[in-house]
Structures are given as structure tokens and as C-alpha cells.
């Protein structure tokens, strides 16, 4: 089903552990199998806000630092 008006995902947290207070996440889409890594939560809620039509993401969140990418397996697309 592809519909605007739902989408499904499969949620992953973790707490990365250099310093135990910052958290990484990973969506899956259920219908598609595409993964995204989020290097915060912050970016994992602007990207809920971005494909629910509340806000655009701007092209300055996208990408993440190198201490993100170690954290995810490279297959991930990382925002």
C-alpha cells in the first residue's frame, strides 16, 4: 500500500557508548525495506515531521558527522 495518509516503519534506539547520554536510530521501512540512520533524535523527529507534511527538512540536517557513521552499518542511508 502506498498512501500518503499512512506509513509504517520499524523503530530502532540506541545509546551510543562514548558517553551513554546520546542516542542514534534507525527506521525501517516496512513496505519498502529502505533503512535510514539518525544521528539524533532530534533528526529521527524532524524527519517524522517532514513525511507526516508538517515541516521541510532542511538540507542542512541531512548527513551526519563520522562519529554517527561508525555507529551504523554503511548500507544505512544516514540523516
Given amino acids: 500500500m502506498l498512501d ?5 516503519y ?3 534506539m540506541w ?3 562514548t558517553d551513554g547520554h546520546s542516542w ?4 525501517e521501512n516496512v513496505a519498502t525495506g529502505e ?3 539518525f544521528a539524533s533524535l532530534d533528526r529521527l523527529i524532524m524527519f517524522l515531521e517532514m513525511i507526516s507534511g508538517q515541516e521541510e527538512m ?3 540536517t541531512q548527513g ?3 562519529e554517527a557513521s561508525d555507529e551504523i552499518e554503511p ?3 544516514i540523516i
Avoid: F
Avoid at 542514534?24 to 527506521?27: C, E, G, H, I, V
Fill in 35 to 37: 533503512r535510514q540512520g
Fill in 75 to 77: 548500507n544505512y542511508r
Fill in 64 to 66: 551526519c558527522g563520522k
Fill in 10 to 12: 520499524l523503530l530502532r
Fill in 58 to 60: 532542511p538540507e542542512s
Fill in 15 to 17: 545509546r551510543v557508548r
Fill in 4 to 8: 500518503d495518509d499512512y506509513h509504517s
Fill in 24 to 27: 542514534r536510530a534507525m527506521l
